[in-house]
């Protein structure tokens, strides 16, 4: 309850000040399985614009299972990585702490993106984004 709460208050207050998307991978993820108000959640995102899902984003995907920077099961959170890195998105929000929004997740996808030439997405949850009305600054994409 605290987190669709928190994610409430973050879409309420502070979406304003993004560009949300989502991609396949992000439908795909919320699709699976079953939990309580699945249906309300993919009707949500298949709202919002999609990036794009190409080879480029297919292989830097399967570099971060390969580089163990996301487990070999969880290869629909590699993909959203990927998505983020190759339209050079922010911010990556999620609940998902236990492959996507930790600091080893951090620090591994900025090693890779390196070696790519590409900058890494922050990778944040709704309590962790930066907040305009607390004062603090949004990461911008660089020009």
């Not at 709202?47 to 190409?54: C, H, P, S, T, V």
């Not at 922010?90 to 236990?98: R, V």
Request: proline share 4%.
């Amino acid at each position: 309850m605290a987190r669709r709460e928190k994610t409430r208050e973050w879409w309420q207050d502070e979406r304003e000040y993004f560009s949300v998307w989502a991609s396949a991978a992000s439908e795909d993820e919320l699709a699976a399985g079953k939990f309580a108000r699945q249906a309300e959640c993919l009707r949500f995102v298949r709202k919002l614009r999609y990036l794009a899902i190409d080879q480029e984003t297919r292989q830097i995907a399967a570099k971060l299972v390969e580089l163990g920077v996301v487990p070999g099961e969880k290869p629909g959170d590699a993909l959203q990585m990927s998505v983020c890195v190759v339209h050079g998105i922010d911010y990556l929000l999620s609940w998902n702490y236990a492959h996507l929004v930790n600091p080893v997740a951090q620090q591994h996808l900025e090693e890779v993106c390196r070696k790519l030439s590409r900058r890494a997405p922050l990778l944040v949850s709704p309590e962790s984004i930066p907040k305009v009305h607390l004062g603090q600054v949004i990461r911008r994409r660089e020009s």
